[in-house]
């Protein structure tokens, strides 16, 4: 807040709970003119439009979105332009909007919130193609301080969301990752039909409310239907639902009406509901980035919680399926085409003349204006910069997947599993937590490496075969680094040493 208010942008790396939203909030009242919160869901924006209304009348807030009528638009934007309302909530799609942004600008805000700022970052593990532009969008509303605001975001993707917003004398806070009260652990299978009872046991075992994670919407709906078989009030959340359905089972966990939600990641973006006293993932997530995101839903109370991962190493197979698709050649080289005609001014020029959908489309635009952002020395002509493209996507669908391995290395570490995570965000633990099921099987006590002499955590490291990279942990005789083209890579710090393949750089 301080910084905010002496003019600074910033950016708030801080857990799910810990009271992000006051950080806007606080400044936006003071500050002359009114606050932009940019949020990617309706429910998520509905939430901290609720969060506000015990207010004064000023400190209120409006939202434009899909949902409201051109009337409801109209209005909510005249009681910003009035001064009876501080806090304008919308989302990322609607502030691509030409018409929407000159009329937000009109406003004159003193500040833009930029809330789950990863969706921003290429490197984040949620990425949103919408977010890739918002420097512009904020360059467009007259560049007011920025706040960005995220939960996860390990250093690469803290540098990513500084570059992509365009923050000016940027203050990046990161508040710490741990989470002392939650009990982390795992529990391996070597069947389906093990792995399945024993989430449904543990389910019936545990005092709730809690989330149950599965990765698919059809294990979604099986555990719902088995939990409601067993006696419990279970409902289901994933993006086949319609709208109402997703509000109702939302409203429902929140106002303490069902004791579980059963739900794939769609389910949990700005949930805030502080008596979750278990979040268990019936199948392992795509990356640790989403596990401990889910995982930071639980005992925001304070309270004891519990999150236990239910393994089976055949279920990571699902994080290469999901793995984003790397673009055909020929498409790109069809936007890329389409792009340097003079005739082509605007996304919907290009969407019509390319024949794409607005969603495939608005990736390879995005990855062309990364592409041509980066390079040091231009492209000599089309077919170099198509090449281009489709080298950073590929960079892009091995990162995803080098973080499904990181994954697999949590499930079967020995270590202290909240070391392990607290490692994989770059940060460094005090001690170990004592109470994950490694610290109490004894197995987490070994050494955890501390510091490389040769490469400390944090330093920049270029490999012969891999390229340059950031030392993300350390531990015992392994360092893992994440490595701009490849993602991540566990190492032996002696071997790669001796055979001269990692080099610090400056």
């Not at 106002?255 to 794939?264: K, P, Y």
């Not at 400390?456 to 350390?474: A, K, N, W, Y």
Request: hydrophobic share 35%; charged share 30%.
């Amino acid at each position: 807040m301080r910084a905010l208010l002496s003019g600074r942008d910033v950016l708030l790396v801080s857990p799910t709970g810990s009271g992000k939203s006051l950080t806007y909030q606080v400044p936006g009242v003071l500050l002359d003119g009114p606050t932009v919160v940019v949020s990617p869901l309706l429910a998520l924006q509905h939430d901290q439009i609720e969060g506000l209304a015990d207010g004064d009348a000023r400190s209120q807030g409006v939202r434009i979105s899909s949902a409201e009528s051109d009337a409801q638009r109209e209005e909510a934007l005249a009681q910003v332009a009035a001064g009876t309302t501080e806090f304008l909530f919308l989302s990322p799609e609607q502030l691509a909007k030409p018409d929407v942004r000159r009329q937000v600008a009109e406003l004159q805000p003193s500040l833009v919130a930029v809330d789950e700022a990863h969706c921003v970052s290429t490197w984040g593990h949620d990425f949103r193609p919408d977010y890739f532009r918002m420097g512009d969008f904020i360059d467009d509303l007259g560049r007011p301080r920025v706040i960005a605001l995220t939960a996860t975001a390990a250093p690469p993707v803290r540098e990513d969301i500084v570059g992509r917003l365009g923050l000016k004398k940027a203050t990046t806070i990161v508040t710490g990752f741990e989470r002392p009260n939650i009990t982390l652990s795992v529990r391996r299978f070597a069947s389906a039909d093990e792995q399945r009872d024993s989430v449904l046991t543990a389910v019936l075992e545990t005092d709730g409310p809690g989330i149950v994670y599965s990765r698919t919407r059809k294990s979604v709906e099986q555990y719902a239907a088995d939990l409601v078989d067993a006696g419990v009030h279970a409902l289901t959340y994933h993006a086949g639902l319609g709208k109402r359905a997703r509000r109702r089972a939302h409203d429902a966990f929140l106002d303490g009406e069902v004791d579980v939600i059963v739900a794939t990641s769609a389910f949990g973006m700005g949930i805030d509901k502080p008596d979750i006293r278990f979040v268990f993932h019936a199948q392992v997530p795509e990356s640790p980035d989403t596990y401990y995101q889910e995982v930071g839903r639980a005992g925001r109370d304070g309270a004891p919680a519990s999150a236990v991962l239910f393994y089976r190493p055949e279920d990571l197979s699902l994080g290469r399926f999901f793995s984003t698709a790397v673009p055909k050649r020929n498409d790109v080289d069809r936007v890329v085409a389409e792009t340097a005609r003079e005739d082509n001014t605007s996304r919907d020029d290009v969407r019509r003349a390319s024949g794409l959908g607005p969603r495939k489309l608005g990736r390879i635009l995005n990855l062309v204006e990364k592409v041509t952002e980066t390079a040091t020395d231009g492209f000599d002509d089309r077919s170099a910069l198509v090449d281009a493209v489709v080298a950073q996507a590929e960079a892009h669908r091995q990162l995803e997947r080098s973080r499904v391995e990181m994954m697999r290395g949590y499930a079967e570490t020995d270590r202290c599993r909240a070391e392990f995570l607290l490692g994989y965000f770059g940060e460094e633990a005090d001690g170990r937590c004592g109470h994950c099921d490694t610290c109490e099987a004894g197995t987490g006590d070994g050494d955890a490496g501390g510091q490389s002499r040769a490469f400390p955590l944090q330093s920049l490291v270029e490999h012969e075969e891999f390229g340059r990279g950031t030392v993300m942990d350390i531990e015992d005789e392994k360092i893992t680094v994440l490595f701009d083209d490849v993602g991540y890579r566990t190492l032996d710090p002696d071997i790669v040493l001796d055979d001269g393949l990692l080099r610090r750089r400056d």
